[in-house]
């Protein structure tokens, strides 16, 4: 399925994207303006006009796929038209500004769009390869479940715990009391505690496993390894899920900025004509 | 010691329940240790936590080395405990209810802050997903609405107002202005020409009418000279109808000039200039370094009615030749020597006579006075070694010698043998009336002599073309005059060329002056002279030399191109003080 957005009716808008940047680079390659190319001749107002309503249909997306089932093409026609032609907005904005950057808000509207392209790009390779990889880490388990897991486990530990020394029990309690799965955005993307308490404990026991009450030491590391790998596999697909979603945090504020730069653009460019 | 441990168990829908187990023993002691009399089963009490014993009758409480134990909310070490007083061990509350001296003691256990449920607790406090670390993608695509318009349109626009200056803003002084102003920039499309930077911060300099392209009345204000590229008369396809200075001069394109250089822009129509114009003289030109009509200087062909030609070619069959109406040989005068009056034999170069203008580019005119007049005397008589011919019209030189033979006459003292008595007198000596009519004769005849005679007319000839004129029987004509002079300043008036830019290259390296023997050779360079280090306009290994290297597209004496310049700016009225930018 994921991968059936790129592929989708056999490269359809693939095709259709590169007839356009084609077209736009053979018109480009035969254009032969008074000084250097630029948005100002007749090929750059026309390459700007592609490029700008390409931009505003491609925004529209976010508004289309809220709505299910409306339109006559269905939501894959939009996402896979939204990725190739979204990349062909690239080379035509490029061949619309004659490749001239400067200090200047028109570059700035070119940056925005460079990073919402990259970043859908970036959003595309997740959406491919991420599905498959949280299916497999998941094996069948809800979020649910696996947090019960790992309640119980907490539960059982500590129990165990309780009969053993002090230092062990402090470990068992830090472990069962303050790991943490997920947490703040930069700990969901990097998907793992390098601190983790969970991990401590169970390397403490290992460590003081010559103290006596070797039955329970052996209960107690199996419960904590259980546990340390239910806690990687939810911070996997806390990591997983947060990737999925935070490139949209790049993607679609620098869009909608793109959008009012482009409306910026187009009034300065035409006030002084 | 006896005593009775009442564990209390508060229920969440407020029931109480009370277990009460009795012991005898020395000492209590409290933990989640099974050992211990005093029972605290959860994880964050110690195996043994604290001990309680009885000593003088009261009840004493010590905790284990590193076990926490409050009394009445005070951290405390080994602590005596009256009845009422509550301790903390953990999350449990240990009160003492009864002392009976001693005997027996009665001790309440509740577990007042229980851990809770492991999953509420973890689910609490792990963030599963990214909505709930405080993104919203609505809040910041508003932020990054709102980031892009505030950046790339309110500053700029704030920023533009400095240059249309409120009261307000007036009173910033204009360098704080043009700091203020600088934002507007953000808005140009690419940097200004570096002609234009001087206005280029203001837009509305030239950007008059919003939304209305740059019009040809907003470039005239400065550039009010423009002429045509051909007379639109005569080349009605030249015409560049319709077309406005922005169609040709594109501004905004950096730190160049907006004037256009490049090669094809010329090329496009002199490729094939015939289809522009049938009758063209103009011969078609792709590329200065290959293929380039050789020169063909507009030489004058006839001096008197001031006629010149422009066919020939300097690479000949026939080539050029002027109506100098001088007689002058080039190669006599750079022979390696020439004979000076005064300083003997001398070698002459080109700069003793020709000098470079102020601008550096063309000759200055030569004036026999400054340029020939030291070794080429006008003396006309040996024996008035002292009056030399003026050197302007034949009529002022007619006159001078005239008067100076009467002014001879009549002074005396002329030492020429053959001249009468009277004349050769003493100088001084008065004359009688009769006499002074003899010597004026005398005067007459010899001025007449000497005009017509070898240190006249011979003297002029030397170098002008003479011609013999009817004697009007007037006193200002000799007989003879001279064919007026007007060397031609610039045999190329279409191109432009700096000596001073060649200044390094000897002048012989172009113009071949030694080889000239009379003053009608055009002794001036063919194309490929100037081939041979001038290239195309993408020449590689020649100077790159495009159209207007040499060559101007709006042409000196042609009609206007653009609109007059408004009148405003022309007039002499004066510039109301109000309306004055500060």
Not at chain 2, 89 to 106: A, C, T
Not at chain 2, 132 to 153: D, H, K, P, Q
Not at chain 2, 159 to 169: H, I, V
Not at chain 2, 326 to 346: W, Y
């Amino acid at each position: 399925m994921q991968e059936s957005i790129l592929v989708y009716r056999h490269l359809f808008y693939f095709k259709i994207a590169v007839g356009l940047v084609a077209a736009a680079a053979v018109a480009y390659a035969l254009h032969n303006p008074l000084g250097q190319p630029n948005g100002g001749t007749w090929l750059g107002y026309t390459l700007g006009g592609i490029a700008g309503g390409l931009m505003i249909w491609l925004a529209w997306f976010g508004v289309r796929k809220r709505k299910y089932g409306v339109g006559k093409l269905p939501l894959e026609d939009w996402l896979s038209a939204h990725v190739y032609l979204g990349l062909a907005v690239l080379a035509i904005s490029t061949l619309h500004a004659g490749f001239q950057v400067g200090v200047n808000i028109h570059t700035v509207l070119y940056v925005l769009t460079i990073i919402v392209i990259v970043s859908g790009l970036i959003g595309v390779y997740f959406y491919v390869r991420f599905p498959r990889l949280l299916s497999e880490n998941r094996r069948g388990m809800s979020m649910e479940i696996m947090f019960g897991q790992i309640a119980e486990l907490d539960r059982e530990m500590r129990q165990i715990a309780m009969e053993l020394d002090d230092a062990t029990n402090a470990a068992v309690l830090d472990a069962t009391q303050n790991t943490v799965i997920g947490g703040s955005l930069i700990r969901q993307l990097r998907g793992r505690d390098p601190d983790c308490p969970t991990t401590a404990a169970r390397m403490f026991v290992e460590r003081s496993e010559t103290r006596g009450h070797d039955a329970r030491r052996r209960q107690l590391i199996t419960r904590i390894m259980r546990k340390e790998e239910l806690v990687r596999r939810l911070r996997l697909d806390i990591q997983l899920r947060a990737w999925l979603r935070v490139w949209l945090f790049v993607h679609v504020p620098c869009s909608i900025a793109a959008l009012v730069a482009l409306a910026v653009h187009i009034v300065t460019v035409f006030y002084y004509w | 010691m006896k005593c009775t441990i009442r564990h209390i168990t508060r229920r969440a829908r407020g029931g109480v329940s009370i277990r009460d187990v009795e012991v005898e023993s020395e000492t209590i002691r409290a933990g989640r240790g099974n050992d211990c009399e005093l029972h605290l089963p959860d994880p964050r009490v110690l195996l043994h936590h604290a001990e309680f014993s009885i000593r003088n009758r009261e009840m004493y409480a010590s905790p284990a080395p590193g076990a926490d134990m409050q009394l009445n909310d005070t951290l405390a070490q080994v602590t005596r405990v009256s009845p009422g007083d509550k301790l903390r061990l953990g999350p449990f509350e240990i009160v003492l209810e009864e002392n009976r001296d001693g005997e027996h003691v009665v001790l309440t256990a509740e577990l007042i802050q229980p851990l809770g449920d492991e999953l509420e607790n973890l689910l609490s406090r792990s963030k599963v997903n990214v909505g709930r670390v405080g993104l919203s993608m609505r809040s910041w695509a508003w932020i990054g609405a709102l980031v892009a318009a505030v950046a790339m349109f309110v500053v700029p626009w704030i920023a533009s107002l400095y240059f249309n200056p409120s009261p307000l803003l007036m009173v910033l002084n204009t360098r704080d202005q043009r700091v203020a102003a600088a934002p507007t920039t953000w808005w140009s499309t690419g940097g200004i020409s570096s002609a234009h930077k001087f206005f280029g911060q203001s837009c509305s300099s030239c950007h008059a009418t919003p939304f209305v392209p740059v019009q040809d009345e907003t470039c005239v204000v400065c550039h009010s000279g423009i002429q045509h590229h051909t007379d639109p008369a005569v080349f009605t396809k030249a015409s560049f109808e319709g077309q406005a200075c922005q169609s040709c001069h594109k501004e905004h394109q950096g730190n160049s000039t907006v004037a256009r250089s490049d090669q094809k822009f010329c090329v496009d129509c002199h490729a094939d200039i015939k289809d522009y114009s049938g009758d063209t003289r103009l011969r078609n030109v792709t590329d200065f370094g290959n293929d380039h009509p050789d020169f063909r200087p507009t030489v004058l062909v006839d001096a008197a009615l001031q006629i010149t030609e422009r066919s020939k070619t300097m690479s000949g069959p026939e080539l050029p030749r002027e109506d100098a109406s001088l007689k002058f040989p080039h190669d006599k005068h750079l022979r390696s020597e020439v004979k000076h009056p005064e300083r003997g034999n001398i070698s002459l170069e080109c700069i003793d006579c020709h000098e470079v203008d102020a601008g550096g580019a063309y000759m200055l005119p030569l004036s026999f006075d400054r340029h020939c007049h030291q070794c080429h005397s006008l003396k006309f008589d040996v024996y008035i070694p002292d009056r030399e011919m003026i050197h302007g019209t034949p009529e002022t030189m007619f006159k001078q010698i005239r008067d100076v033979y009467d002014a001879v006459a009549l002074r005396g003292g002329y030492e020429e043998p053959e001249s009468p008595a009277l004349v050769r007198r003493r100088p001084g000596t008065p004359l009688t009336p009769e006499e002074k009519a003899v010597v004026l004769d005398w005067s007459r005849e010899k001025a007449e002599q000497t005009i017509k005679g070898r240190f006249g007319r011979g003297l002029c000839e030397g170098c002008h073309q003479v011609f013999d004129t009817p004697l009007s029987g007037g006193s200002t004509g000799g007989g003879w005059s001279v064919e007026p002079v007007s060397p031609t300043h610039r045999w190329f008036p279409a191109a432009f060329f700096s000596h001073r830019s060649h200044g390094d290259v000897e002048c012989g390296t172009c113009h071949n002056a030694r080889a000239s023997t009379e003053a009608q050779d055009v002794i001036m360079p063919n194309a490929a002279m100037c081939q041979s280090c001038h290239g195309g306009e993408s020449a590689k290994s020649r100077v790159p030399s495009t159209c207007v290297t040499c060559h101007s597209f709006h042409r000196e004496g042609l009609p206007l191109m653009g609109p007059k310049r408004p009148q405003i700016f022309g007039s002499a009225k004066p510039i109301e003080p109000q309306s004055v930018v500060r």
